[in-house]
């Protein structure tokens, strides 16, 4: 039987999604909650691979198990065996050739800023802070030429390898509430590190240190020097995948 499961988890203590040798990851604290509850070695694969410090509210995953239990109660079950930084939200019978990596249609990524003159603790673990004036309506217009078919090599850390650059973001949006701004980028999937880089573009846009013809010009020509710097990891977090 294959389960379908839907899972969130606070990024910041694990070395990503993936097993490493390195350090503790989610799929190897999820693999090891299934031997837990049923015996069973099983290999759980995700959507996609959140990297080292990378949060999730509605990462999807999925594995097989001979284990009897109802398949829309197994995410109570596991959670008897999941620490506190990692739940199950929900559990469903999938049919036997659903993939959760290469089914996925569409990801929704949120990235968190606050703006303060100091780091705020109960910020600092789930969001960047900015400092000095920034231009919301700026960064929405960057946004703007961002959207669409591109080829995204700028927006692309070294140490991935993928057969194209080449994705379509389908939307982002910038809000700001108080001193919290939430940019959310949803796209058909994306490349290493390129929320975060395109968090960070929007970011010196905002505040006037790169231009709007700097971000065509590095989409033109995929030059990642013209865009701003990486955004930390820890603002990052999957909100949904959509199938």
Not at 71 to 93: D, I, M, Q, R, W
Not at 115 to 132: A, M
Not at 176 to 187: F, N, P
Not at 228 to 236: Q, S, V
């Amino acid at each position: 039987m294959r389960i379908k499961l839907c899972l969130s988890y606070d990024g910041t203590d694990f070395c990503g999604w993936q097993r490493q040798r390195n350090g503790v990851s989610v799929q190897q604290t999820v693999e090891d909650a299934v031997y837990s509850l049923t015996g069973e070695k099983v290999t759980v694969t995700a959507s996609g691979r959140t990297d080292a410090g990378v949060h999730a509210k509605g990462q999807v995953a999925h594995f097989d198990t001979n284990a009897n239990i109802p398949p829309e109660k197994f995410y109570k079950a596991l959670n008897t065996f999941l620490p506190n930084g990692v739940k199950a939200l929900s559990s469903e019978k999938a049919s036997d050739n659903f993939n959760a990596r290469k089914n996925a249609k569409r990801k929704t990524y949120e990235y968190s800023l606050y703006l303060s003159d100091t780091e705020l603790p109960l910020k600092e673990r789930y969001g960047t802070r900015v400092y000095g004036n920034i231009d919301i309506e700026k960064m929405r217009s960057a946004a703007r030429l961002i959207e669409g078919e591109h080829d995204f090599k700028a927006f692309s850390a070294t140490g991935g390898s993928v057969k194209t650059t080449v994705r379509t973001v389908y939307g982002i949006t910038v809000e700001k509430s108080g001193e919290d701004i939430k940019i959310t980028v949803c796209g058909s999937g994306f490349l290493y590190n390129m929320v975060r880089i395109i968090a960070g573009a929007l970011v010196k846009a905002g505040k006037g240190e790169i231009s709007e013809s700097d971000i065509l010009k590095a989409l033109e020509t995929g030059n990642r020097e013209l865009l701003g710097e990486t955004l930390p990891a820890k603002g990052l977090c999957l909100l949904k995948v959509e199938y």
